[in-house]
């Protein structure tokens, strides 16, 4: 990778991430980007005219996917964040084929971050239909020698995107999704892995419904840390306060309207997302 620490633990020069998502979801990604790595511009592109993606076939995900990494490479992006767990978990070695820059995806920092959690070995992992589907979450977990059971959550998308986060209704779906998924030989499994960029905006609400023995495993925040590691960011904490230079610059590129893209983005950003441009990416 092309970006050293300095001895004194900050970058030499600010690094220009891309961001890419279906939409605003993988701002959960890019809100623990900016808390682990302020230090750095920031390019997020959410696809969110093709929303979603995890109804979706891998053909055509991995196609709007590489479209979307080769325009924010062309913006300047010097690494690319695949924020989205379905194009991670379907298209992540199509990606990188087509990429001049380094890729990291939202699968293996979630399981690497299961797999240290975990004590029993067993674990959970949430996801859209397409990402549970891909099975991308059990390799990684197995290869690590944990076992995984897989659980599509489609309904959590749409609640989420709704405002419905803390809603009897949302919870009543989590209790049935998680009764199922925590049941037979995955009873006593100890780690869930929330497997969607929407997520962790239902955290604490999945933290009540799960069994009380669960660790709550966010591959936003894994990512976060996987991406600092491969810059070489000094842990935040070993940085002394008039070091850090906190001023990320954003720029946020949006397939659907930008207004829109302003408004919800806003909500899971937890603050506002001003600079919007509409991209019209010609198939
Ligand atoms: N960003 C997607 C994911 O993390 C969720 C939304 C969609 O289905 O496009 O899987």
Request: proline share 5%.
């Amino acid at each position: 990778m092309q970006f050293m620490a300095s001895p004194g633990g900050t970058l030499p020069r600010r690094p220009t991430i891309g961001v890419f998502d279906s939409g605003v979801g993988g701002l959960t990604v890019l809100r623990a980007l900016l808390e682990r790595i302020p230090d750095a511009d920031y390019l997020y592109f959410g696809d969110s005219a093709r929303l979603p993606y995890g109804s979706k076939s891998a053909a055509t995900v991995a196609h709007y996917a590489v479209g979307a990494a080769h325009y924010l490479q062309d913006r300047g992006a010097e690494l690319l964040v695949i924020a989205c767990n379905t194009a991670t978990a379907l298209a992540l070695d199509q990606i990188k084929a087509a990429s001049r820059v380094g890729v990291i995806g939202v699968v293996e920092p979630g399981a690497q971050a299961a797999a240290a959690a975990s004590r029993n070995r067993r674990v959970v992992v949430i996801g859209t239909e397409a990402t549970v589907s891909s099975h991308a979450y059990r390799r990684a977990l197995e290869a690590k020698g944990i076992a995984a059971r897989e659980k599509a959550c489609p309904l959590f998308v749409p609640l989420v995107e709704e405002g419905w986060v803390e809603h009897p209704v949302t919870e009543q779906v989590a209790r049935i999704y998680l009764s199922e998924a925590f049941a037979d030989d995955f009873r006593e499994s100890d780690v869930l892995v929330l497997g969607c960029t929407h997520y962790p905006l239902i955290r604490s609400l999945l933290g009540r419904v799960a069994p009380e023995h669960v660790t709550i495993v966010d591959s936003a925040e894994s990512t976060a840390h996987a991406v600092a590691e491969q810059l070489q960011v000094a842990p935040i904490e070993s940085v002394r306060s008039h070091e850090r230079r906190a001023y990320p610059r954003l720029k946020f590129f949006a397939t659907d309207s930008a207004e829109k893209f302003r408004k919800m983005g806003t909500r899971f950003l937890g603050h506002a997302v001003e600079d919007v441009e509409h991209v019209d990416l010609k198939e």
